[in-house]
């Protein structure tokens, strides 16, 4: 699976409603936590950003709660 791969399937599935994490086991083969480390993965590669640029940055710029969460005790 390429980056490219990894996301034109984001791009086509942007949030998380309705039956994501079923699609990801059952078109990608894999589980939600692994699409997610390797979409970083592609969104960050020079790939990725070449294939679908726009939605590389979305996937790279996204700030999870946990990091902002950190961010605000220190």
Do not use: C
């Not at 692994?34 to 970083?40: A, N, Q, S």
């Not at 679908?52 to 710029?61: E, I, K, L, W, Y």
Request: hydrophobic residues 40%; aromatic residues 8%; positive net charge.
């Amino acid at each position: 699976m390429t980056p490219a791969d990894l996301l034109a399937f984001e791009h086509h599935n942007p949030t998380w409603f309705g039956n994501k994490e079923t699609r990801i086991r059952e078109e990608l083969g894999l589980s939600p936590a692994r699409y997610v480390v390797l979409l970083e993965r592609a969104a960050a590669s020079r790939e990725g950003q070449i294939a679908d640029p726009v939605t590389a940055h979305r996937v790279t710029s996204f700030t999870p709660a946990r990091q902002r969460w950190n961010a605000s005790i220190r």
